[in-house]
């Protein structure tokens, strides 16, 4: 591995369950039931197709303005929660996994959908573990699309096969494969069946 490429949310850091919280909130402001396996769906998903899918769930049709307005309202919901983080919430493992990449020489990328990916890197104290940081302001292309990924492995100099993707979503780990990446699912063989290996978190897995 001369690469490693990393998803933010459900890898790095647990935002999923301010993620859950918003979108609850907004759908139910709406008069839409959203649960926890809603949520698990969106996970990887990018902001307006995940506002999309819960419309459509509600059976709702809203117009690009009060999809805009949705989901600013939904994001600032979110942001309420998530300036209250802080460097402790890092997922088990994952700042030492980031500094052993660093010590070992491996190249370090983002590959995160979120618009808020500096804001979080900032509040875990790691932007500058980074080499390259790919997030939902450089690519609009929602995963399972691999351009993310490409666009990740493209910044720090190499190709796919040199590099390997850490994931927790079923979008992400589709979007790395279809990439060509070799790919380690953070999570369960049941949840993430696609990815090449599975660990539970960062902290148990080692690099080889
Ligand atoms: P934002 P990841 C994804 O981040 C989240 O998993 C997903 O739930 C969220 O909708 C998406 O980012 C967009 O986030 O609203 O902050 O732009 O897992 O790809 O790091
Ligand atoms: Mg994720």
New binding site residues.
């Given amino acids: 591995m001369k690469g490693a490429i990393f998803?933010?949310?459900?890898?790095l850091v647990d935002?999923?369950k301010y993620?859950f919280q918003a979108w609850q909130r907004l759908a139910h402001s709406l008069g839409i039931e959203f649960t926890e396996d809603d949520?698990e769906a969106?996970?990887?998903?990018?902001?307006l197709?995940?506002l999309e899918r819960i419309l459509e769930k509600g059976n709702i049709e809203k117009s690009v303005e009060e999809k805009e307005e949705l989901?600013q309202l939904?994001?600032q919901w979110?942001l309420d929660l998530v300036v209250e983080m802080t460097a402790g919430e890092a997922l088990t493992g994952a700042i030492a996994f980031l500094e052993d990449c660093k010590l070992k020489g491996i190249k370090i990328a983002?590959?995160?959908?979120?618009?808020?990916?500096p804001l979080i890197l900032n509040k875990l104290n790691i932007g500058h573990l980074f080499d390259a940081v790919v997030?939902?302001n450089v690519v609009n292309l929602s995963?399972p699309d691999p351009t993310?990924f490409l666009t990740a492995a493209q910044k720090i100099g190499l190709s796919p096969e040199d590099c390997i993707v850490f994931?927790?979503?079923i979008a992400?780990v589709q979007a790395a494969k279809k990439g060509g990446f070799y790919c380690v699912g953070i999570g369960t063989k049941e949840n993430l069946p696609l990815a090449d290996e599975v660990a539970h978190s960062l902290g148990e897995y080692s690099i080889r």
């Fill in positions: 998803d933010l949310d459900g890898v935002t999923a993620h949520n969106l996970k990887g998903v990018s902001r197709e995940s989901m939904k994001n979110y983002l590959g995160s959908s979120s618009k808020n990916a997030d939902g995963k993310v994931e927790d979503a992400g």
